[in-house]
């Protein structure tokens, strides 16, 4: 059986400590906290202090930043990137390659497209259709 974790150097030169998730393997950082009925797919990324909750799923090549927030059963798509702080309401779906900036908060429920970008410290809700509202 192989090891459970692999290091990582980062831009900085310190090396960072991921371990495989039990549901999914995908490598979350020392420091995270991620539920275990949480599926972190093979090829994602959680970084230290980021909370993922029960029933969310984060997709191969999916990049959760330090002390970012995923609620419980959000959908977090393939190679999309959740910035440092930012917050995902429960039940909410970020789409294939969308970018939400550091500190952004996604309501409850929001469905975000793909390939969007939303900018740092910007709150967003939708409406059923997926259309952008103020939070």
Partial sequence: MGKNYIDIEDD???????????????LVAHGAKVNRL???EAGAYVEPGARIGAGAT???GAWVDADA????NAYIDA????GQGAVIGAGAHV??????????????GARI?????????????TDQKGLWLAA
């Fill in 12 to 26: 900085q030169g310190a090396t960072l400590r991921y371990r495989k998730h039990v549901n999914g393997r995908g």
């Fill in 113 to 125: 497209g793909d390939d969007e970008t939303v900018a740092a410290g910007m709150h967003i809700a």
């Fill in 79 to 82: 190679h999309a990137y959740i």
């Fill in 38 to 40: 949480a599926l972190i």
């Fill in 95 to 108: 789409g294939v390659r969308t970018d939400i900036g550091a500190g952004a908060r996604i309501a409850r």
């Fill in 69 to 72: 927030v995923i609620g419980e």
């Fill in 58 to 60: 984060i997709v191969r």
